[in-house]
T-cell receptor
Framework: DAKTTQPNSMESNEEEPVHLPCNHS???????IHWYRQLPSQGPEYVIH???SNVNNRMASLAIAEDRKSSTLILHRATLRDAAVYYC??????????????FGEGTQLTVNP | DADVTQTPRNRITKTGKRIMLECSQT?????MYWYRQDPGLGLRLIYY???????NKGEISDGYSVSRQAQAKFSLSLESAIPNQTALYFC???????????????FGEGSRLTVL
């Protein structure tokens, strides 16, 4: 299975943008890029996903490199509530369930007031 | 109320005891999962179920068993708990994620198990 590489930790200031990188150099053409995050004392929650084009939703934006070997999750204005572990995960388009999602260590985001 | 509810949220037990962690969901999803989270190892899949009659082993099923009592209920059992099963356990659900559908995972809040 294709793997992802993320920094162990990042730090940001409140109300500033945050760019969380993810490398996935062995991504296949049918892999979607998913992001989940895990707030303290909670289970992971879905953030966003994409295939080739950049994506925006109410929580974040996802910028995908043209060669798809890397992507960046963008939080436009970090809040204290955004402090969490962020997971970048690849999921094959043919995968019909979450049974093959691999949650690695993710990036621990610290947001300073 | 949470869509995915786990009980108990915290449990301390002794080696050799039988433990059951329960999960119930109101999402109406067919697919349910049990994960284990350990520091430095991320989340690992223990068992998953696509419907009431379907049970599948995940990455680390040894020492665990599951029961899918109904569409909404999926229980994880440790028949004889051992200290290295001390971890944070998560239940999750999803709908069908194929044919272009998404199949987002919805997680419970976790059950912290300590085996002494």
């Amino acid at each position: 299975d294709a793997k992802t590489t993320q920094p162990n930790s990042m730090e940001s200031n409140e109300e500033e943008p945050v760019h969380l990188p993810c490398n996935h150099s062995t991504i296949s053409g049918t892999d979607y890029i998913h992001w989940y995050r895990q707030l303290p004392s909670q289970g992971p929650e879905y953030v966003i996903h994409g295939l080739t084009s950049n994506v925006n939703n109410r929580m974040a934006s996802l910028a995908i490199a043209e060669d798809r070997k890397s992507s960046t999750l963008i939080l436009h204005r970090a809040t204290l509530r955004d402090a969490a572990v962020y997971y970048c995960i690849l999921r094959d388009a043919g995968e019909t369930s979450g049974s093959r999602l691999t949650f690695g260590e993710g990036t621990q985001l610290t947001v300073n007031p | 109320d949470a869509d995915v509810t786990q009980t108990p949220r915290n449990r301390i037990t002794k080696t050799g005891k039988r433990i059951m962690l329960e999960c119930s969901q109101t999402k109406g999803h067919d697919r349910m999962y049990w994960y284990r989270q350990d520091p430095g190892l991320g989340l690992r899949l223990i068992y998953y179920s696509f419907d009431v009659k379907d049970i599948n082993k995940g990455e680390i099923s040894d020492g665990y068993s599951v029961s899918r009592q109904a569409q909404a209920k999926f229980s994880l059992s440790l028949e004889s708990a051992i200290p290295n099963q001390t971890a944070l356990y998560f239940c999750a659900t999803s709908d069908f994620g194929g044919r272009g559908l998404f199949g987002e995972l919805f997680f419970g809040e976790g059950s912290r198990l300590t085996v002494l």
